[in-house]
């Protein structure tokens, strides 16, 4: 059973940076992670895309919003996904999720696409 745990959540000031973390489980990394993404769910709002690991390998995806300001890598020696995220804003607060997809021809930035999920970790921007 694939488990993904969130990590690095937190109250953080306009313009700071910070990383969040997901540990993976119960997959060949190497394997999972071609599915890995990164959502995030603001209160009262539908969750949101905010990042992707291309199927076939060696591309990145990033929601509209996340461009320029937000990374996604990983870390196969320790199983584990990043999102780096940098010039935080206000409208960043949200419960960021870590998700990942078991089908090729699964939407990368569609909630539907993915068939397992974290917990959650929440992130506070404050001015």
């Known amino acids: 059973q694939v488990q993904l745990v969130e990590s690095g959540g937190g109250l953080v000031q306009a313009g700071d940076s910070l990383r969040l973390s997901c540990a993976t489980s119960?997959?060949?990394?190497?394997?999972?992670?071609?599915?890995l993404g990164w959502f995030r769910q603001a209160p009262g709002k539908e969750r949101e895309f905010v990042a992707a690991?291309?199927?076939?390998?060696?591309?990145?995806y990033y929601g509209d919003s996340m461009k320029g300001r937000f990374t996604i890598s990983k870390d196969n020696a320790k199983n584990t996904v990043y999102l780096q995220m940098n010039s935080l804003k206000l409208e960043d607060t949200a419960v960021y999720y870590c998700?990942?997809?078991?089908?090729?021809?699964?939407?990368?930035?569609?909630?539907?696409?993915?068939?397992?999920w974290g917990q959650g970790t929440q992130v506070i921007v404050s001015s």
């Open positions: 690991f291309g199927w076939s390998g060696g591309m990145t």
């Open positions: 998700a990942a997809r078991s089908r090729p021809q699964a939407d990368y930035n569609s909630v539907d696409g993915y068939d397992y």
């Open positions: 119960g997959r060949t990394f190497n394997t999972l992670a071609r599915g």
